[in-house]
């Protein structure tokens, strides 16, 4: 089993930062591409960004230029750094990564997602 689990959501200004983290646990073997989604309220789940092992990474339009994921392999954890946050940023944010187990099972888990709230 693989678990993901994010943290570093909360409630920030227009304009302001957050940072948030993804951490993967379990029989892992090897991480491949890791993304965030976010979902806002009444609307379908999104992808924000993703970035690869070899640490290419790619972003929605609207995102470009203000965020920016990173990863630590030796930490099993990804980042996104959010900066110039938008109200419409508003969402919470999921965390998903494709997983090669200690057993050679590929595994897709997602996290159980962080709220992260941009309003004055």
């Known amino acids: 089993q693989v678990q993901l689990v994010e943290s570093g959501g909360g409630l920030v200004q227009p304009g302001g930062s957050l940072r948030l983290s993804c951490a993967a646990s379990g029989s892992i073997f090897a991480i491949y591409d890791m993304s965030w989604y976010r979902q806002a309220p009444g609307k379908q789940r999104d992808l924000v960004a993703t970035i690869t092992r070899g640490t290419r990474s790619n972003y929605v339009d609207s995102v470009k230029g203000r965020f920016t994921i990173s990863r630590d392999d030796a930490r099993n954890t990804m980042y996104l750094q959010m900066n110039n946050l938008k109200p419409e940023d508003t969402a919470v944010y999921y965390c998903?990564?494709?997983?090669?187990?200690?057993?050679?099972?590929?595994?897709?888990?997602w996290g159980q997602g962080t709220l992260v709230t941009v309003s004055s």
């Open positions: 998903n990564a494709k997983v090669l187990t200690s057993t050679l099972v590929t595994l897709d888990p």
